[in-house]
């Protein structure tokens, strides 16, 4: 990472948008200039264009009770409306949704007609299944486009989705369901990865013989992997039985625009995961401003494909929400870039002359390795913008993208965002900003960032400090699900009634804004947030371990990699002959408890632990360790000579 990010200090190379893109551009130097004059009505007048309001609001935003918004407070509408019927009444019903593409090589075109006819059946039977507004409903699927029309089906009758990734584990999958108290859930037998079916309805099986709370009534199973289930016949019905057979009548309702449209459950710094709650009005007015612009949405004409799954916000502002408000065409793929062969993404936007890629630098580095030979095979000349997500990108790897992928001319936007933001909050525009490869760059219009030191004292120049939001945005969280009070002391606390977002950045002198990594104990693995201090709690939780430290290492190609350091029980210490073995059980161990995702990429057996006087680990040194750095400053330690002790053991 430091060394990706010295390269970024020095970056100095800027692209200046062609004449011929900025002509075309859907965004204009205008929407600065407007929002600077006046921030709320900006909002206001995207909100009115962007979407279509059943009671149109008067107030724009309430901020009387901060940390607590409102936006657009007395206006009602219909998310699911807004991103189906509305398109179809307007003439486009026969505009292609959705270009679906298996893993094993099955296809789909949706059209926006067709999917509003699914949604609507959806919707009923989730109602006939005593659904109704504000219930929780969890949704554990892979990339198909029941996943879409199920988020859609919960947000029409006004329930709150939940969505879980699939790669979670049965725990982790019970603790979101008991923690939203959620009565329905909606999964698979199974899908398709790496050429192989992985089971999704046997993970929820056991995830309801783990969850404590007993709230889930019903399980609603799409038929995908053909993989044999058992069954539980008061509890579950099938999609294909049920979903494909009700009628596609269906009178939607307006709602509050302050009406919980989602939870979306991220790691923080403790061992519990938050229930990121967000609302319908604001968070769709900004999904779908963020989309239009920062992507140069042309939607009569672009195809558009967002890699991420949508158990991600990623997948549910930029491949569910903004993108079906905008009427987009988009490709949704169920499966892994590299299967069957390494070359399957640059095959899809082949074939379905994709023209928008929205992806994660994690992803372009492992395409870099394998070589440009894999991309260059393909006809690749229909993108004309590319899009970053997750992580900072270092300027080798938006080179890389601009020219390899790119064809070496068109704009590449590097977009800062949180699963609390709901939507971007920095990223160029393109056509107006000039790109310089590494940097997030500027706020999007409306927004209000910046740059304080550790007492709350603005940074002035180019040292780095905290990112924070200044004023409220549209799309932000609304609150964490049950915790009100972890809403305030998480993000609130620090700097009074701005927003501390946990970043490090710094501004440049042209005012650009580089983002410098997290600066609390949260890692960012190829993209995804995992709590250091939630795997250390899964290892201890192994009878082997007496105590665990975690520390996110910088990786090549993952951004960072989880390293574990363990101290075993003396009891087991004496019986463990296989110190690889009993790594790897651990290794496994922390997959099954909370998902592969969070494996670690090493688990080292050591017999002390750097702490201070007081007790503290110094993760620090650990990651000195892992990243194979001289081990820094160990004066605070409570006995200095540790360091080399655990030094020998990890060698
Ligand atoms: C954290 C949020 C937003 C969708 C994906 C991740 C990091 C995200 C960037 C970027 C540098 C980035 C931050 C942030 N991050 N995008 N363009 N440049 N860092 O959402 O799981 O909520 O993680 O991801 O550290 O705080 P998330």
Same mark, same amino acid.
């Not at 783990?210 to 019903?218: A, D, I, Q, T």
């Not at 459950?265 to 229930?275: A, L, R, V």
């Not at 612009?293 to 930029?318: K, M, Q, R």
């Not at 993108?323 to 640059?346: C, F, I, K, M, S």
């Given at each position: 990472?430091?060394?990706?990010?010295?390269?970024?200090?020095?970056?100095?190379?800027?692209?200046?948008?062609?004449?011929?893109?900025?002509?075309?551009?859907?965004?204009?130097?205008?929407?600065?200039?407007?929002?600077?004059?006046?921030?709320?009505?900006?909002?206001?007048?995207?909100?009115?264009?962007?979407?279509?309001?059943?009671?149109?609001?008067?107030?724009?935003?309430?901020?009387?009770?901060?940390?607590?918004?409102?936006?657009?407070?007395?206006?009602?509408?219909?998310?699911?409306?807004?991103?189906?019927?509305?398109?179809?009444?307007?003439?486009?019903?026969?505009?292609?949704?959705?270009?679906? @593409?298996?893993?094993?090589?099955?296809?789909?075109?949706?059209?926006?007609?067709?999917?509003?006819?699914?949604?609507?059946?959806?919707?009923?039977?989730?109602?006939?299944?005593?659904?109704?507004?504000?219930?929780?409903?969890?949704?554990?699927?892979?990339?198909?486009?029941?996943? @879409?029309?199920?988020?859609?089906?919960?947000?029409?009758?006004?329930?709150?989705?939940?969505?879980?990734?699939?790669?979670?584990?049965?725990?982790?999958?019970?603790?979101?369901?008991?923690?939203?108290?959620?009565?329905?859930?909606?999964?698979?037998?199974?899908?398709?990865?790496?050429?192989?079916?992985?089971?999704?309805?046997? %993970?929820?099986?056991? =995830?309801?013989?783990?969850?404590?709370?007993?709230?889930?009534?019903?399980?609603?199973?799409?038929?995908?992997?053909?993989?044999?289930?058992?069954?539980?016949?008061?509890?579950?019905?099938?999609?294909?039985?049920?979903?494909?057979?009700?009628?596609?009548?269906?009178?939607?309702?307006?709602?509050?625009?302050?009406?919980?449209?989602?939870?979306?459950?991220?790691?923080?710094?403790?061992?519990?995961?938050?229930? /990121?709650?967000?609302?319908?009005?604001?968070?769709?007015?900004?999904?779908?401003?963020?989309?239009?612009?920062?992507?140069?949405?042309?939607?009569?004409?672009?195809?558009?494909?967002?890699?991420?799954?949508?158990?991600?916000?990623?997948?549910?502002?930029?491949?569910?929400?903004?993108?079906?408000?905008?009427?987009?065409?988009?490709?949704?793929?169920?499966?892994?870039?590299?299967?069957?062969?390494?070359?399957?993404?640059?095959?899809?936007?082949?074939?379905?002359?994709?023209?928008?890629?929205?992806?994660?630098?994690?992803?372009?580095?492992? &395409?870099?390795?394998?070589?440009?030979?894999?991309?260059?095979? &393909?006809?690749?000349?229909?993108?004309?913008?590319?899009?970053?997500?997750?992580?900072?990108?270092?300027?080798?790897?938006?080179?890389?993208?601009?020219?390899?992928?790119?064809?070496?001319?068109?704009?590449?936007?590097?977009?800062?965002?949180?699963?609390?933001?709901?939507? /971007?909050?920095?990223?160029?525009?393109?056509?107006?900003?000039?790109?310089?490869?590494?940097? =997030?760059? %500027?706020?999007?219009?409306?927004?209000?960032?910046?740059?304080?030191?550790?007492?709350?004292?603005?940074?002035?120049?180019?040292?780095?400090?905290?990112?924070?939001?200044?004023?409220?945005?549209?799309?932000?969280?609304?609150?964490?699900?049950?915790?009100?009070?972890?809403?305030?002391?998480?993000?609130?606390?620090?700097?009074?009634?701005?927003?501390?977002?946990?970043?490090?950045?710094?501004?440049?002198?042209?005012?650009? /804004?580089?983002?410098?990594?997290?600066?609390?104990?949260?890692?960012?693995?190829?993209?995804?947030?995992?709590?250091?201090?939630?795997?250390?709690?899964?290892?201890?939780?192994?009878?082997?371990?007496?105590?665990?430290?975690?520390? #996110?290492?910088?990786?090549?190609?993952?951004?960072?990699?989880?390293?574990?350091?363990?101290?075993?029980?003396?009891?087991?210490?004496?019986?463990?002959?296989?110190?690889?073995?009993?790594?790897?059980?651990?290794?496994?161990?922390?997959? #099954?408890?909370?998902?592969? /995702?969070?494996?670690?990429?090493?688990?080292?057996?050591?017999?002390?632990?750097?702490?201070?006087?007081?007790?503290?680990?110094?993760?620090?040194?650990?990651?000195?360790?892992?990243?194979?750095?001289? @081990?820094?400053?160990?004066?605070?330690?409570?006995?200095?000579?540790?360091?080399?002790?655990?030094?020998?053991? %990890?060698?």
């Amino acid at each position: 990472m430091t060394v990706q990010i010295d390269h970024a200090l020095e970056e100095i190379r800027r692209f200046r948008p062609s004449p011929e893109f900025a002509a075309n551009a859907v965004a204009d130097a205008a929407l600065y200039e407007a929002a600077q004059a006046d921030r709320v009505a900006f909002w206001a007048d995207q909100s009115r264009d962007l979407l279509h309001w059943d009671k149109p609001f008067t107030k724009t935003l309430d901020w009387t009770n901060p940390p607590f918004a409102k936006w657009f407070e007395d206006g009602e509408l219909n998310v699911a409306v807004n991103c189906l019927d509305r398109h179809v009444e307007a003439g486009n019903g026969d505009r292609v949704a959705l270009h679906w @593409v298996g893993e094993p090589g099955d296809t789909r075109d949706i059209t926006y007609a067709e999917l509003t006819d699914e949604v609507k059946r959806a919707a009923n039977v989730l109602t006939d299944l005593g659904v109704g507004s504000g219930d929780r409903v969890a949704i554990y699927l892979p990339m198909i486009p029941e996943a @879409v029309v199920s988020m859609l089906a919960v947000a029409r009758i006004g329930a709150i989705h939940s969505v879980v990734f699939g790669g979670f584990s049965a725990d982790s999958l019970a603790s979101r369901i008991d923690d939203a108290e959620a009565s329905l859930v909606i999964t698979a037998d199974g899908g398709y990865r790496k050429g192989k079916v992985f089971a999704l309805k046997p %993970v929820v099986d056991d =995830a309801l013989t783990k969850s404590v709370g007993g709230s889930v009534r019903n399980v609603l199973v799409v038929k995908r992997g053909d993989n044999e289930v058992e069954w539980n016949a008061e509890r579950d019905l099938w999609w294909h039985e049920t979903v494909a057979t009700a009628s596609s009548e269906h009178e939607a309702q307006a709602f509050e625009a302050e009406h919980p449209l989602f939870i979306l459950y991220t790691s923080g710094t403790t061992g519990k995961p938050k229930g /990121i709650l967000h609302t319908s009005g604001g968070y769709l007015t900004q999904a779908a401003f963020t989309h239009r612009n920062v992507f140069d949405l042309h939607p009569e004409t672009d195809v558009y494909w967002c890699t991420a799954d949508v158990g991600w916000i990623t997948g549910h502002s930029y491949v569910v929400y903004g993108p079906l408000a905008n009427g987009a065409t988009q490709v949704l793929y169920e499966g892994t870039p590299d299967t069957p062969h390494p070359g399957r993404w640059w095959e899809i936007v082949e074939q379905y002359k994709v023209s928008i890629l929205y992806t994660a630098p994690t992803a372009i580095r492992s &395409f870099m390795k394998l070589g440009r030979q894999i991309p260059h095979a &393909f006809n690749l000349r229909s993108l004309r913008l590319l899009g970053s997500v997750g992580e900072p990108i270092n300027p080798e790897a938006w080179i890389w993208y601009r020219h390899v992928i790119g064809g070496g001319s068109i704009p590449v936007v590097d977009t800062w965002w949180q699963t609390e933001t709901g939507a /971007i909050m920095i990223s160029a525009l393109p056509g107006v900003t000039d790109l310089k490869p590494g940097s =997030a760059q %500027v706020a999007v219009p409306g927004i209000s960032i910046d740059i304080l030191a550790d007492d709350g004292t603005p940074v002035e120049g180019e040292d780095g400090g905290l990112l924070v939001i200044t004023e409220p945005w549209p799309s932000m969280l609304r609150g964490i699900w049950g915790d009100p009070e972890r809403f305030k002391e998480t993000y609130w606390e620090k700097f009074g009634d701005k927003y501390f977002a946990g970043d490090g950045a710094r501004r440049d002198a042209d005012g650009d /804004i580089w983002l410098l990594g997290r600066v609390d104990d949260v890692m960012n693995v190829s993209g995804h947030r995992l709590s250091t201090a939630e795997i250390e709690s899964s290892l201890v939780a192994h009878p082997w371990t007496a105590e665990a430290a975690v520390v #996110g290492a910088a990786d090549e190609t993952t951004g960072q990699a989880v390293v574990a350091f363990v101290i075993l029980k003396a009891s087991q210490a004496a019986q463990v002959t296989d110190v690889a073995a009993a790594s790897e059980e651990l290794r496994r161990h922390v997959a #099954g408890q909370i998902g592969a /995702i969070a494996r670690p990429r090493q688990v080292f057996i050591v017999n002390e632990l750097p702490k201070t006087r007081s007790g503290k680990i110094m993760r620090r040194l650990l990651r000195d360790l892992a990243e194979g750095r001289e @081990v820094g400053d160990t004066t605070t330690l409570a006995d200095t000579s540790i360091m080399q002790v655990i030094s020998d053991q %990890v060698k």
